[in-house]
């Protein structure tokens, strides 16, 4: 039997709509709502919801950390928790070591980062007693693959950063033998990021960078295909989102790490990296109307953390903030003039589409993929995000 998304119903998009029931709208060109009003991402949410209810989450938690410590036994670490410094990395970091795992924390430095998320990352370490490895991006060569996409003119532009995040922690996994890496994402507080909104794979990755940039790669590898089926098939190597598996409350872990590490905030979501602090709070919503505060919002709503109306309140008060010494910065740091950003800037909108993906190829096998997921070996999420109708 196929999964339950098969057999979702929807109508015809109006012209502006949004969700009854959260505050995505149509500025996402693939959304859908139902008859009700109840939007695509809605639908995600609940049916990740039946997977790690809140109510079993106890049991659950138990099973997979039972999993973890088997699969690394004799072994110096057991599992791998990519940090950036930010909330979500630094509490799965935290958890880990509450729940007696032992993880090496690995960090992927692309140039970006500020200073006080390089000191939330040494302080948790240190304090929690866990070995770091840190890999470095040569920075004329990631940056380089920065401007490919700001010259691509996709709404894809921090893809590089986080696709980089997962190659490391898949290649450190395969070198070191360890079978789990721990995410530090909550469908609950993040939500799933609509796919015309974020979409990566190494084969876009790829064709981005042969078409607006230059020279080559080799400062961290990029997660192709077969790389990726080698490490899940034959490494048996899984992902597990351990937030899912706990009542997550962004108010409570913001006490709990500041008295606990020492945590700093560091003012506004994902904005420990100045690149992503550009491109969040300025790219998106001034070039491409995409304002990923109605992601983040939404999952909040349908988690009942916040009310709709507050959500909506937050979004009309004003545009996403942005500061215009952070824009400047980040010009000046890619190496481009202003006459080449203004080119860059003003150049039409794109989409995944119009390049070379493995999109068709994934959901031509959207059945196995289907498998796979239902038996634990790829996270549900890829299914529902990239397979599913």
């Not at 996409?149 to 290649?171: C, G, K, M, N, W």
């Not at 059945?367 to 996270?379: H, M, N, Q």
């Amino acid at each position: 039997m196929e999964a339950k998304t098969s057999s979702w119903k929807f109508k015809a998009i109006d012209e502006h709509q949004r969700c009854s029931r959260c505050v995505l709208d149509t500025t996402v060109s693939d959304i859908w709502f139902d008859a009700a009003g109840v939007c695509k991402y809605c639908y995600i949410h609940d049916e990740m919801e039946r997977l790690h209810p809140l109510e079993n989450m106890e049991e659950a938690l138990g099973k997979i950390v039972k999993k973890i410590r088997k699969a690394g036994r004799n072994k110096s670490y057991d599992c791998i928790v990519g940090v950036s410094g930010g909330r979500d990395s630094i509490y799965t970091l935290y958890l880990a070591r509450k729940l007696g795992l032992r993880p090496l924390a690995v960090y992927f430095d692309n140039g970006w980062n500020t200073e006080t998320a390089v000191s939330n990352i040494r302080k948790a370490t240190d304090l929690l007693r866990v070995d770091l490895h840190t890999v470095t991006a040569d920075p004329d060569e990631f940056r380089d693959l920065q401007r490919a996409f700001l010259r691509a003119s996709v709404p894809d532009a921090d893809i590089p950063t986080v696709y980089a995040i997962h190659s490391v922690l898949y290649e450190k996994a395969a070198k070191e033998n360890i079978r789990y890496i721990l995410h530090g994402h909550s469908f609950r507080t993040e939500g799933t990021s609509p796919i015309s909104w974020t979409y990566m794979d190494g084969r876009y990755i790829k064709d981005i960078h042969q078409k607006f940039g230059s020279g080559v790669i080799r400062s961290f590898k990029i997660l192709t295909l077969p790389w990726l089926l080698y490490c899940v098939f034959v490494k048996r190597i899984k992902e597990v989102r351990l937030l899912e598996y706990i009542e997550y409350n962004k108010k409570k872990v913001d006490e709990v790490l500041k008295h606990d590490l020492d945590w700093v905030y560091y003012g506004g979501h994902h904005h420990k990296n100045l690149y992503t602090n550009f491109f969040q709070s300025f790219l998106l919503p001034e070039k491409f109307n995409i304002d990923k505060r109605k992601t983040e919002l939404s999952a909040l709503v349908r988690s009942g953390q916040i009310t709709r109306e507050a959500a909506i309140t937050e979004l009309e008060a004003g545009s996403y903030r942005y500061e215009r010494s952070v824009v400047m910065y980040a010009i000046a740091k890619l190496g481009l003039s202003l006459e080449e950003w203004e080119h860059v800037y003003y150049r039409a909108p794109r989409s995944h589409k119009e390049f070379r993906t493995y999109l068709p190829l994934i959901r031509l096998l959207r059945l196995p993929i289907w498998v796979a997921c239902k038996l634990r070996i790829l996270p549900y999420i890829l299914y529902l995000k990239y397979a599913s109708p």
